[in-house]
């Protein structure tokens, strides 16, 4: 069983920045996916963003690209999303998961194993 705890989050003015963190605990990885994922009101769980554990892709939502950057700390078993150049339509609340092992679907929310709590984003205008 994995547990992950995302950090980071916290009201911001437009055009501002904010690290979210996901630290994860509890198994073994090997061939698996992290992602970042959100849900405004009103709206559906999105895909933010996605990378590989291992040398490959990463893939963004096309409302987010060239904004926001996915990592990861193998050393501190956690990984992040850096979020630039904050938008109104940011605001949701931000979901880790992880897709492992990985089922094929790159980052699509329904093949997700594990998830975070959430961390709550409010930009401002």
């Known amino acids: 069983q994995v547990v992950l705890v995302e950090s980071g989050g916290g009201p911001v003015q437009a055009g501002e920045s904010l690290r979210l963190s996901c630290a994860a605990s509890g198994g073994t990885f090997s061939n698996y996916v992290m992602g970042w994922f959100r849900q405004a009101p009103g709206k559906e769980r999105e895909g933010v963003s996605c990378?590989?554990?291992?040398?490959?892709?990463?893939k963004y939502a096309d409302s987010v690209k060239g904004r926001f950057t996915i990592s990861s700390d193998s050393a501190k078993n956690t990984f992040y999303l850096e979020m630039n150049s904050l938008k109104p339509e940011d605001t949701a609340l931000y979901y880790c998961?992880?897709?492992?092992?990985?089922?094929?679907?790159?980052?699509?929310?329904?093949?997700?194993?594990?998830w975070g709590q959430g961390t709550q984003v409010t930009v401002s205008s």
């Open positions: 998961a992880v897709d492992d092992p990985y089922s094929g679907s790159f980052c699509d929310a329904r093949t997700y194993d594990y």
């Open positions: 990378i590989s554990a291992s040398i490959g892709p990463t």
